[in-house]
């Protein structure tokens, strides 16, 4: 207990240090598997102005490098998911984003949401539950096709440019359903699947790629294709059999019923 007031004091202190100062007395270069005291005062920071990080834990993961890169385009810096003087620069001048100006999934008191105020984003679906019914799967798909081509963009929700989550966000959202904006917290919909046999059209698929665990997703559209957002070539549909694919494969969930 002594240890965590100690290390809450120190956070504390650390981060009025960073807003008050005239300017950033220390300015390490943090990036993916950083971590320590500085990570924590970087992500109370991007908490504080209105980006999503789910866990100020002091340790530099996808979500705080995500949350990096959006601040830096939103700053239109170059965007790199690194934090460098620049970038500490830019953070200590930073105000909170308004309401009206924070992006689906950004939200970070959207958990507290409730159906009638989600407006366009639809009604937040259950965890470990199918979802959908055949028909409207037919017609998810068919949306998810339109964009085809649309460039990948680290951090994109729009039609401008997309992440892998970021798009199913969007293409779900477009049929009145608000899942969740990370890869790992959208594989926590549906229903396991035992084999890709049992896949169905509209089931999502899940990758690990740049990191353990669940990093990449996708729709499953029949037939060993899925439709996805390659950070190679944007929007584009694969294989599941791919070579680069197969062996990535974590698994796929049932969210259609």
């Known amino acids: 207990m002594k240890k965590r007031r100690l290390l ?11 807003v008050c100062s005239g300017s950033v007395l220390a300015s390490p ?39 990096v890169a959006e601040f830096q385009r939103d700053q239109k810096m170059s965007i790199t998911g690194i934090v460098n003087n620049a970038t ?8 909170p984003i308004k309401k009206s100006e924070q992006r689906a999934g950004e939200n970070p008191t959207a958990e507290a949401q409730t159906p009638a105020s989600l407006g366009k984003a639809g009604i937040k679906v259950p965890y470990n539950k199918q979802i959908m019914d ?25 039609p401008k440019g997309f992440d892998c989550s970021g798009y199913l966000q969007y293409v779900f959202a477009k049929h009145g359903m608000q899942i969740p904006r990370l890869a790992d917290e959208q594989y926590r919909l549906g229903t396991p699947t035992k084999s890709k ?4 059209p509209g089931d999502l698929v899940f990758f690990t790629t740049y990191e353990a665990g669940v990093s990449h997703c996708g729709i499953y559209l029949g037939n060993d294709n899925f439709i996805h957002a390659s950070s190679s070539r944007g929007i584009r549909i694969d294989k599941l059999s791919d070579s680069y694919w ?3 494969y974590v698994g796929g969930k049932h969210i259609v019923r």
Not at 88 to 95: F, M, P, T, V
Not at 137 to 145: D, E, F, G, R, W
Not at 197 to 200: D, E, I, S
């Open 8 to 18: 809450r004091l120190l956070m504390s202190v650390g981060l009025a240090l960073f």
């Open 29 to 67: 270069t943090l990036k993916m598997n950083s971590h320590g005291h500085d990570v924590l005062v970087l992500q109370k920071k991007l908490q504080e102005i209105g980006y999503h990080i789910s866990q100020a834990d002091g340790v530099f993961g996808s979500e705080t490098e995500r949350a």
């Open 88 to 95: 500490w620069r830019a953070l200590k001048k930073a105000k």
């Open 134 to 158: 055949a028909s409207q799967a037919s017609s998810l798909i068919s949306t998810a096709k339109k964009y085809i081509g649309v460039p990948y963009q680290f951090g994109g929700t729009t």
């Open 197 to 200: 046999k049992q896949l169905v």
């Open 246 to 248: 197969q062996p990535r």
